[in-house]
């Protein structure tokens, strides 16, 4: 149920544009994005809850589609505080409860 | 303090040992929540808080054993781990309990290391 993100890694110069992708064999009923910066902690970007719904946080923006059960995250005009791992994330439901699976990750590296 | 705090940073063990990672939330929430990062993989939820109750355990081996005291702390009891254990454990906190409306916040994790 761990959604796939692509590509696993990418290096941007300052100022280039990046899309990171999330996709799932299940059904999306949301999809959670974080940014992890170096030996800190995850922190939150946006939730997208409606397919086709699109956000934006500073120059990050992401979409939903939720026929094809995926969502990407854009990165324009990309800054030095942009590095980091990207996670998106899911909640899902098992028999014993809620879950929540996040996804396998994507490497942000900006150079000057 | 604000924010999710997590004590201690950093933690070496062997493997018949036992100790305890601490984490606390000043957020006010109400679920509490560990996670284990490996290397090269995702994050896995492991154990699942609301209200204090314990909702979910994703089979989790038993030499870790979680204690949610009150909706403000939580802590993670290790014993006789093994080096596969090692990892940054992260803890996290909601307003409310796992769902597609509410962002988890975290704490800066333990990286345990099992000898």
């Known amino acids: 149920q761990q959604p796939v993100q692509s590509p696993q890694a990418v290096i941007l110069r300052e100022g280039e544009d990046a899309v990171i992708n999330c996709s799932s064999s299940?059904?999306?009923?949301?999809v959670h994005w974080y940014r992890q910066k170096h030996g800190e902690a995850p922190v939150f970007l946006m939730i997208?809850?409606?397919?086709?719904e699109q956000k934006g946080h500073e120059k990050i923006s992401a979409s939903f589609n939720e026929k094809k059960q995926q969502s990407s995250l854009y990165l324009t005009a990309s800054q030095l505080s942009y590095s980091g791992t990207y996670f998106c994330?899911?909640?899902?439901?098992?028999?014993?409860?809620?879950?929540?699976?996040f996804g396998t990750g994507t490497s942000l590296t900006v150079i000057p | 303090e604000t924010g999710v705090t997590q004590t201690p940073r950093h933690l070496v063990m062997g493997m018949t040992n036992k100790k305890s990672l601490k984490c606390e939330q000043h957020?006010?929430?109400?679920?509490m929540y560990w996670y284990k990062q490996s290397a090269k993989k995702p994050l896995e939820l492991m154990f699942v808080?609301?209200?204090?109750?314990?909702?979910e355990n994703n089979s989790v081996p038993s030499r870790f054993s979680p204690e949610c005291p009150n909706s403000s702390h939580l802590f993670l009891h290790l014993h006789t781990l093994q080096p596969e254990d090692s990892a940054l454990y992260l803890c996290?906190?909601?307003?409310?309990?796992?769902?597609?409306?509410?962002?988890?916040?975290f704490g800066p994790g333990t990286r345990l290391t099992v000898l």
């Open positions: 996290a906190s909601s307003q409310g309990h796992l769902s597609s409306y509410n962002e988890q916040f």
């Open positions: 299940k059904a999306l009923y949301s």
């Open positions: 997208l809850l409606k397919g086709g």
């Open positions: 994330g899911t909640p899902g439901q098992t028999n014993t409860g809620n879950q929540f699976y």
């Open positions: 957020l006010g929430h109400n679920a």
């Open positions: 808080y609301n209200f204090k109750e314990q909702t």
